[in-house]
């Protein structure tokens, strides 16, 4: 079994500010790791995804992850936010192998950004 | 490229009725996944369908169900509804499916139980 433990509900910031949302994993098996993002009233946009290679794994609107094995985490982290990147983000996992085509997601993390 | 699209887009049901959810997925995908969305519970996957077969299913009642056309449009039906079942339902397609695949999610149907 997998789970996700994203370890802050709402994280308020300054525009311009650095901000780093974190997020645990647990799983008996190697997995995928990912970045969603939902915006009010829309479905979930993938923000950036690591399936092996550079921990440091970068993806749009300028939000990077770092995946820490030995610490089973994958914080994702932007240098200078923007009032338009409120929304809320989820962080998922899949198993690497077998058949199970699903993801597991985190309970979210609600970014606001504040001017 | 046209999205994943999702109809309807809202829905309003009394408890003991039925509803059918329906997805269109990006052309050329055949993986389609569905998710529920609550505030209580977060997103949880409900099942998943590759060329019209069901691979992998979430712990949801028999009530939930789904299927997978030719063409890789999916339909979701629900049975003797509760209010437990308003949330918002998204559908996910990608190419192959399997673990490391980017998903592409629709925008979502949002059902009320009343």
């Known amino acids: 079994a997998q789970s996700v433990t994203q370890l802050d509900s709402q994280v308020p910031v300054f525009e311009e500010a650095p901000v780093e949302l974190r997020c645990n994993y647990s799983s008996s098996v190697s997995v995928y790791l990912f970045w969603y993002v939902q915006y009010p009233n829309q479905g979930l946009q993938l923000l950036l995804k690591y399936l092996s290679g550079s921990t440091l794994v970068k993806g749009i609107n300028g939000f990077e992850a770092e995946f820490n094995k030995s610490q089973t985490s994958f914080h994702l982290r932007k240098p200078s936010v923007h009032i338009s990147d409120t929304a809320e983000y989820f962080c998922?996992?899949?198993?690497?192998?077998?058949?199970?085509?699903?993801?597991?997601f985190g309970k979210g993390t609600l970014l606001t950004v504040n001017p | 490229k046209a999205g994943v699209t999702q109809t309807p887009r809202y829905l309003i049901k009394t408890r003991g009725q039925q509803v059918t959810l329906s997805c269109s997925p990006i052309s050329g995908h055949r993986s389609v996944s569905w998710y529920q969305q609550t505030p209580g519970q977060g997103l949880q996957f409900l099942f998943e369908?590759?060329?019209?077969?069901?691979?992998n299913k979430g712990n949801f009642p028999g009530r939930f169900s789904g299927r997978q056309f030719s063409n890789s449009r999916s339909e979701m039906n629900v049975s003797t509804l509760e209010l437990g079942d308003s949330a918002l339902y998204l559908c996910?397609?990608?190419?192959?499916?399997?673990?490391?695949?980017?998903?592409?999610f629709g925008p979502g149907t949002r059902l009320t139980v009343t």
């Open positions: 369908y590759f060329s019209e077969t069901q691979r």
């Open positions: 998922a996992v899949s198993d690497r192998g077998g058949s199970n085509y699903k993801l597991t």
């Open positions: 996910a397609s990608s190419q192959q499916g399997g673990g490391g695949g980017e998903q592409y």
